[in-house]
């Protein structure tokens, strides 16, 4: 018998004061039985970072045609592609191909990645990289509860959550493109 996905009903109160997005969201998301609570948390920041009506979960680790979040038009054309990890340079630039615009949460030891994969896809104009810190995902995201409440605020590309364990700093760096 296959596992299957544990749902996360979330609360995010938004505010992206670089953008100007004041929202409260709420919805349910799925966690794939192989997923990380790190990767969930990296897909919760991708969401919160480019919010937009439109924006939704992909099937990301049970579909590989599929992105970990996308945007799209009404005539179902990929204007946003969401991926997070570190995918290898053909994922990104197979991506790039389907996507008006594609970015990257990155997360983890990104040393290697960044030297073998990044200056590899450098060249697309369409690519957008921000690496997560770690260490402040791991314990945002440790014994996460099925119920997530966050108060998410971006402000001059910082982001802050703030949950039932207190305030957390999730340092940002972009290391291709900009949001």
């Not at 009506?53 to 945007?71: I, K, N």
């Not at 290898?88 to 990104?110: F, K, M, N, P």
């Not at 030297?115 to 997560?132: C, M």
């Not at 997530?148 to 999730?170: A, C, K, N, P, Y």
Request: hydrophobic content about 40%; overall charge negative.
């Amino acid at each position: 018998m296959a596992l299957q996905a544990t749902p996360y009903k979330v609360e995010l109160n938004l505010t992206d004061l670089d953008r100007g997005v004041y929202e409260n969201l709420r919805f349910t998301v799925a966690r794939h039985p192989s997923e990380t609570e790190e990767r969930l948390g990296a897909r919760l920041i991708g969401y919160a970072l480019w919010y937009s009506e439109s924006l939704a979960f992909g099937r990301g680790l049970s579909d590989v045609d599929e992105p970990a979040l996308w945007d799209k038009s009404l005539d179902d054309r990929v204007l946003h592609w969401i991926e997070v990890g570190q995918p290898d340079a053909d994922r990104l630039v197979w991506c790039s191909r389907r996507a008006e615009r594609v970015s990257l949460v990155a997360y983890g030891s990104l040393r290697v990645w960044q030297t073998k994969v990044l200056e590899q896809v450098r060249t697309l104009k369409n690519l957008s990289v921000v690496a997560v810190d770690s260490q402040a995902l791991t314990e945002l995201t440790a014994n996460l509860p099925r119920s997530v409440s966050w108060s998410v605020m971006i402000s001059d590309g910082t982001l802050f959550v703030t949950d039932e364990r207190g305030q957390h700093e999730i340092p940002l760096e972009w290391l291709a493109g900009e949001r």
